[in-house]
């Protein structure tokens, strides 16, 4: 049983499309995270979510729309993607507040925008 | 969350030790010193984590100075399989985000 697992992991879209990618965690994990990783390897923070709730937005356009569905769920929609949106993003979910802090990552989605 | 560096890359023999380390000279006292592993293509993999004391798994030993301000994650006997990009990162874990730096390229070599 894949602890975190998205889809799809692999998606090549159109610029102007919009699409979604979709994540669960099986972990009882109270908050869920979207990181990008682009072609430079950084990996960046996009979202959190506690308890569905967002608790973190790090500057992303708003082309972005998370939603959490309930505690298991993030799914990451995309309106009118851009060449620049290519990358790889990853969920991610950890239970805040309880030690260790641990996060555990999915497989990740590479996103290929022409 | 503290600032943590780390050595853009490192070399290691398959078979051997393999000691990377991580400076965290700013790291509070409520902060854990996590280390993650980036397999290439793969989402990052947590490998071990520590507050003051030395840790060990079966994946890895965590070595945390006295003062905290360093620590060195152990590979003891690194395979092929043990290359990818390693992340030290200092998090007290109510930031609700994991902040990445560059991390330290491994390369082991046969």
């Known amino acids: 049983d894949t602890a975190v697992s998205q889809t799809p992991k692999y998606l090549v879209t159109q610029m102007g499309n919009d699409k979604s990618i979709k994540c669960e965690q099986n972990l009882g994990h109270d908050t869920m995270y979207w990181y990008k990783q682009d072609s430079k390897k950084f990996l960046k923070i996009m979202f959190s979510?506690?308890?569905?709730?967002?608790?973190i937005n790090e500057t992303v356009p708003n082309r972005f729309s998370p939603k959490s569905p309930d505690k298991a769920h993030l799914n990451l929609h995309i309106n009118s993607l851009e060449l620049g949106d290519s990358a790889v993003y990853f969920c991610a979910s950890s239970q805040v507040w309880q030690p260790p802090y641990g996060y555990t990552f999915g497989s990740g989605t590479r996103l290929t925008v022409v | 969350d503290a600032k943590t560096t780390q050595p853009p890359s490192m070399d290691c023999a398959e078979g051997r030790a393999a000691n990377l380390p991580c400076n965290h000279s700013t790291i509070s006292g409520n902060e854990y010193v996590y280390w993650y592993r980036q397999i290439h293509s793969q989402g990052p993999q947590y490998i071990i984590h520590?507050?003051?004391n030395n840790e060990t798994n079966e994946m890895a030993s965590l070595i945390i100075t006295e003062d905290r301000k360093s620590s060195t994650l152990i590979l003891p006997h690194a395979t092929l399989r043990d290359t990818a990009v390693y992340y030290c990162i200092a998090d007290g874990g109510s930031n609700y985000k994991l902040t990445f730096g560059k991390g330290t390229l491994l390369t082991v070599n046969p």
């Open positions: 520590g507050l003051k």
């Open positions: 979510y506690n308890n569905k709730e967002l608790i």
